[in-house]
């Protein structure tokens, strides 16, 4: 979702533009491009179905970007990954004047250089080398100064790279009639003309000045609720009877077992005296049963809602979410498994508006409760939440990329 959501809000804004927006996503998301009433082009097999398996779910719960990767693309899940991908990529850009493609799927840029329009790459954490901070995918996300950390990031980019190679070059042969990427990948010169747009806030991490021109921090892509949606009856009569209750949720991180992370959440709730809010997520925690009074479960809610009714939100540390949690203007707890979040989860400890993160393999009921009484409780805290969200609310990511894109588009013309 949190992959997905920022380009169906960048579609929003591209039609009130009066431009015609098609979406090619991963099929989980046909309803929610649907209910923002954006036409949809699926690719591939559904992602849902990758992230429950058992391989899968074991690497994110490691924690191990590398395990992760070793399990999610061995022969029979990168079949799943891959299958379908180049065909139905080239189905989706039928038609297409111009591209704007999440730079990890790099297969798109080679797409764009076949059919000659302007393209734009985006991105809702770093990937590009930088001597200013660690990678956000390897390395563990410790700061080992300028020239280590542009060497690392150097291995993240093969890292990313490397993952895609053998599907990338494959399509530019079988269905591009391109001359493959060398082995190392494509030079800076390949991408010099292509603007990528890092979607997050420069007030949370800011741009750093060995970056080449092309590359720009635009500010989050936010979301407002789809048109004509309200809050379920039930669920806005729970947040009336009683003071404002935190959010827990994982988004779309497999958590092991549901039933035990729940017993864990339920635990910690009660131990800090709060109500809470359970988002199932993809990982089912909830899902279907009875809870106690005092916590609320719901499959799917806007964040951009539901977020600023809460006293804190404890999720896994995605770039959306974080977002989502910053413009509210409230605490946020992080329980990060694996990649970038990590990364976004000192950024918050770093920015002064949550608590010290809590790995989620290392996640405790007690250690979950300490956290929410110190969200809850601490007042200078909450009040650095509510002025960095005041100012991120200010910043108009969408706006400032469409704004730098069209500017690349009429010179080009």
Same mark, same amino acid.
């Given at each position: 979702? %949190?992959?997905?959501?920022?380009?169906?809000?960048?579609?929003?804004?591209?039609?009130?533009?009066?431009?015609?927006?098609?979406?090619?996503?991963?099929?989980?998301?046909?309803?929610?491009?649907?209910?923002?009433?954006?036409?949809?082009?699926?690719?591939?097999?559904?992602?849902?179905?990758?992230?429950?398996?058992?391989?899968?779910?074991?690497?994110? %719960?490691?924690?191990?970007?590398?395990?992760?990767?070793?399990?999610?693309?061995?022969?029979?899940?990168?079949?799943?990954?891959?299958?379908?991908?180049?065909?139905?990529?080239?189905?989706?850009?039928?038609?297409?004047?111009?591209? @704007?493609?999440?730079?990890?799927?790099?297969?798109?840029?080679?797409?764009?250089?076949?059919?000659?329009?302007?393209?734009?790459?985006?991105?809702?954490?770093?990937?590009?080398?930088?001597?200013?901070?660690?990678?956000?995918?390897?390395?563990?996300?410790?700061?080992?100064?300028?020239?280590?950390?542009?060497? @690392? !990031?150097?291995?993240?980019?093969?890292?990313?790279?490397?993952?895609?190679?053998?599907?990338?070059?494959?399509?530019?042969?079988?269905?591009?009639?391109?001359?493959?990427?060398?082995?190392?990948?494509?030079?800076?010169?390949?991408?010099?003309?292509?603007?990528?747009?890092?979607?997050?806030?420069?007030?949370?991490?800011?741009?750093?000045?060995?970056?080449?021109?092309?590359?720009?921090?635009?500010?989050?892509?936010?979301?407002?609720?789809?048109?004509?949606?309200?809050?379920?009856?039930?669920?806005?009569?729970?947040?009336?009877?009683?003071?404002?209750?935190?959010?827990?949720?994982?988004?779309?991180?497999?958590?092991?077992?549901?039933?035990?992370?729940?017993?864990?959440?339920?635990?910690?709730?009660?131990?800090?005296?709060?109500?809470?809010?359970?988002?199932?997520?993809?990982?089912?925690?909830?899902? %279907?049963?009875?809870?106690?009074?005092?916590?609320?479960?719901?499959?799917?809610?806007?964040?951009?809602?539901?977020?600023?009714?809460?006293?804190?939100?404890?999720?896994?540390?995605?770039?959306?979410?974080?977002?989502?949690?910053?413009?509210?203007?409230?605490?946020?707890?992080?329980?990060?498994?694996?990649?970038?979040?990590?990364? !976004?989860?000192?950024? @918050?400890?770093?920015?002064?508006?949550?608590?010290?993160?809590?790995?989620?393999?290392?996640?405790?009921?007690?250690?979950?409760?300490?956290?929410?009484?110190?969200?809850?409780?601490?007042?200078?805290?909450?009040?650095?939440?509510?002025?960095?969200?005041?100012?991120?609310?200010?910043?108009? %990511?969408?706006?400032?990329?469409?704004?730098?894109?069209?500017?690349?588009?009429?010179?080009?013309?």
């Amino acid at each position: 979702m %949190g992959d997905t959501q920022p380009f169906v809000s960048l579609g929003v804004r591209l039609k009130q533009l009066g431009h015609n927006v098609r979406l090619a996503a991963r099929p989980d998301f046909a309803a929610l491009a649907a209910s923002y009433d954006i036409e949809f082009a699926p690719l591939g097999n559904p992602y849902k179905s990758l992230l429950r398996s058992e391989e899968v779910a074991a690497g994110i %719960g490691s924690g191990n970007m590398l395990k992760l990767v070793k399990e999610a693309l061995n022969s029979k899940q990168r079949r799943t990954f891959f299958d379908r991908l180049d065909t139905d990529a080239l189905r989706a850009v039928e038609g297409a004047e111009a591209i @704007i493609y999440k730079s990890s799927w790099i297969p798109f840029s080679s797409i764009a250089e076949k059919l000659g329009v302007p393209s734009a790459a985006a991105m809702f954490m770093p990937l590009t080398r930088t001597g200013s901070f660690p990678s956000f995918l390897i390395g563990g996300g410790k700061d080992r100064g300028g020239t280590i950390n542009s060497l @690392i !990031w150097r291995m993240t980019e093969q890292f990313v790279w490397q993952v895609a190679r053998k599907f990338d070059n494959k399509m530019r042969h079988d269905l591009l009639d391109l001359t493959p990427l060398p082995f190392w990948g494509p030079s800076a010169r390949h991408f010099e003309q292509t603007p990528l747009f890092y979607a997050y806030s420069p007030t949370v991490l800011p741009r750093p000045t060995d970056w080449p021109g092309r590359i720009h921090v635009t500010g989050f892509w936010f979301s407002d609720p789809p048109p004509g949606w309200t809050p379920p009856s039930d669920l806005a009569a729970f947040l009336e009877n009683g003071p404002p209750p935190v959010y827990v949720g994982f988004g779309s991180m497999p958590s092991g077992s549901a039933e035990d992370t729940l017993k864990l959440i339920l635990k910690a709730l009660d131990l800090s005296g709060q109500r809470g809010i359970l988002l199932s997520g993809w990982a089912g925690i909830g899902e %279907g049963l009875k809870l106690p009074e005092y916590a609320f479960g719901v499959q799917s809610v806007p964040h951009s809602w539901l977020f600023p009714r809460m006293s804190a939100v404890v999720h896994h540390g995605g770039a959306g979410t974080t977002g989502a949690g910053l413009r509210a203007g409230v605490p946020s707890v992080l329980t990060p498994f694996v990649a970038d979040q990590p990364n !976004w989860a000192r950024r @918050i400890e770093a920015l002064g508006v949550g608590p010290p993160p809590i790995p989620f393999r290392e996640l405790t009921a007690d250690l979950l409760a300490n956290a929410l009484r110190q969200a809850t409780a601490d007042s200078a805290m909450r009040q650095r939440a509510s002025e960095i969200g005041e100012h991120i609310r200010t910043e108009d %990511g969408i706006g400032t990329a469409i704004d730098l894109f069209m500017r690349m588009v009429r010179r080009g013309a």
